[in-house]
């Protein structure tokens, strides 16, 4: 049933924004990650939010890579986003040359602040509608509180948590209603990302964004590092070092399994 929502998906939606020439593909263990300058992806960010249709930006871990190779209707899933962007710059790092690394380019979902300041200063602070979906309200209402803070050109026009299987038509219902230009959705990976594609079409916004997989860091941005918040942040600097050094071996294997079929 995923493959056949993948296919109508593909199918029936708008043809998407056509894509930089500077923008590369990187083969990270089977799954196509984007490679773009930031000043590229500016110029895609400003024709999605004049676009009639929507446009969809996931970001991707490490995590959901290894996922990936394993789970081709997960790896399908994540490709049928108009950008697949590095969520954590540990991705490029195991993947990109020295050379590379130093370039311009989008590496993690800290970029996306450096993105919106273009953006606000060429428009002239135009207020931008958004509306949220996440987990629980408790951080669906953080994550609103920290894009106001943070982006005060966003405007929150809805926030949406709770019972969503079972509310699925209200609030495309709801969301239509408000048309906002940008959607933020910050659910669990595959979930949010079977929702988007299930709905898309439906959807009457302009971009959509999944932050799901990186929504804890980004929260973790107000957190006081001081005390148990201070040791919980280095016990996750440490663990995801160690991911790291894993992850970097798998990609190092995948990389020489690919040129030894050559």
Not at 120 to 142: F, L, P, S
């Amino acid at each position: 049933r995923k493959r056949w929502i993948l296919k109508l998906f593909l199918e029936q939606r708008m043809p998407p924004a056509k894509k930089g020439e500077i923008m590369t593909k990187a083969d990270i263990m089977g799954l196509s990650v984007d490679i773009v300058e930031l000043e590229e992806l500016y110029g895609e960010l400003k024709q999605y939010l004049q676009n009639e249709y929507l446009n969809v930006i996931f970001f991707v871990t490490m995590q959901m890579i290894e996922k990936s190779a394993v789970d081709v209707q997960y790896k399908e899933l994540l490709e049928s986003s108009d950008y697949l962007l590095p969520g954590e710059e540990l991705v490029l790092t195991a993947y990109l040359s020295e050379e590379r690394k130093q370039l311009d380019i989008f590496k993690n979902y800290q970029c996306f602040s450096k993105l919106s300041k273009w953006l606000d200063a060429e428009e002239g602070h135009i207020v931008r509608n958004v509306y949220y979906i996440g987990k629980t309200r408790k951080e669906t209402q953080q994550l609103v509180d920290y894009s106001s803070e943070k982006y005060p050109w966003l405007k929150a026009q809805g926030m949406y948590c709770e019972g969503m299987e079972e509310r699925d038509d209200l609030l495309v219902n709801e969301i239509n209603a408000v048309a906002p230009d940008i959607l933020i959705i910050a659910l669990e990976s595959p979930f949010q990302e079977e929702w988007v594609l299930k709905n898309s079409t439906k959807l009457n916004a302009r971009l959509c964004i999944g932050i799901g997989s990186i929504l804890e860091e980004l929260l973790g941005e107000q957190e006081k590092k001081t005390g148990i918040a201070w040791l919980a942040k280095k016990w996750k600097l440490f663990t995801k070092k160690i991911h790291f050094n894993l992850f970097q071996k798998k990609v190092e294997k995948y990389k020489e399994k690919q040129q030894g079929k050559l």
